[in-house]
């Protein structure tokens, strides 16, 4: 059974008359009055009788036209959702972050896209770069901006670079006498160190820039989140190693100085990490365009 013949008896059931169906359809009034014979064909049932004030429903037809209409508005309803995310005037986006990634690079864009998008919801989760590809790989979250090596492999996800960062060791004014020299990561480890607790991503590169050296710190002070090291190394407790936009406040301010290490600290990779075969929503293939396209 064709549907437009189903969508014009519900035009017909609404209107009460065959000349204001055919108005609301766009069509003439002959193609809907042979749309409902069809339709009556078909079935093989009177479904509605013309009377001086238009038509009114058989006892069948209203029966009929109580099912089709709810059909028919839930369908027109689904067709209005769809043009709606077509034009991105509704939607939502899921986007995993992690600290760093979420304070010192995704949130310009965050507040781009809900300024020419206000009606599209952005759902943001931060956590733990494990539990973030923990829920890229179970379909909870439709994308992530994370701190990975472009190189790491994992056979359902991509890996695309967006922009990179350097770490800073970072010491308080307590050890000023730290300034004017250059120190190797060997003497560093005479001196209280403040890193991120274990298991974290920060925590595994700060434990392999040393490792890289034959190294093995054992830190004073582990810390939760990376912007508690800036306070704690600002107060005297010890000497860390942050992205430098955690710093950089806090470096202006004369709060901390930079260290001027003899080893080269590798610069760390912001990327975009998506699930290979999972579609993403228009709203989230323009949010991806925007970070792919911007210059910043």
Wanted: neutral net charge; charged residues 25%; aromatic residues 8%.
């Amino acid at each position: 059974m064709n549907f437009d013949l189903y969508k014009t008896f519900y035009y017909v059931g609404k209107c009460g008359s065959i000349t204001s169906a055919a108005k609301a359809l766009y069509v003439t009034q002959p193609s809907v009055s042979h749309a409902i014979q069809t339709l009556e064909r078909e079935l093989d049932c009177r479904l509605l009788i013309r009377s001086p004030k238009g038509v009114e429903l058989t006892p069948e037809g209203k029966q009929l036209y109580q099912s089709v209409a709810k059909a028919c508005e839930t369908i027109f309803k689904a067709e209005q959702k769809l043009e709606a995310s077509k034009n991105l005037s509704e939607g939502l986006i899921t986007i995993g972050a992690s600290e760093t990634t979420l304070h010192h690079f995704l949130m310009p864009y965050l507040a781009d896209f809900r300024k020419n998008y206000p009606n599209i919801r952005l759902k943001l989760f931060n956590s733990s770069t494990p539990q973030m590809i923990h829920s890229l790989l179970n379909g909870t979250t439709d994308f992530a901006v994370l701190i990975m090596d472009r190189n790491y492999r994992q056979e359902e996800l991509s890996v695309t670079h967006l922009s990179d960062f350097q770490d800073y060791f970072i010491a308080g004014n307590d050890f000023s006498r730290l300034k004017d020299r250059r120190i190797s990561l060997e003497e560093l480890l005479n001196y209280p160190l403040v890193s991120m607790e274990k298991s974290t991503l920060t925590r595994n590169f700060f434990d392999q820039v040393f490792a890289s050296h034959g190294l093995d710190p054992e830190p004073d002070i582990e810390l939760a989140t990376t912007d508690l090291i800036v306070p704690v190394v600002a107060g005297g407790l010890g000497i860390g190693m942050v992205p430098e936009p955690f710093a950089r406040d806090a470096l202006s301010q004369g709060l901390i100085f930079r260290l001027n290490i003899k080893e080269k600290i590798p610069r760390r990779e912001i990327c975009l990490i998506k699930k290979k075969k999972a579609p993403l929503s228009l709203a989230g293939d323009a949010f991806i365009k925007s970070l792919l396209s911007d210059s910043r």
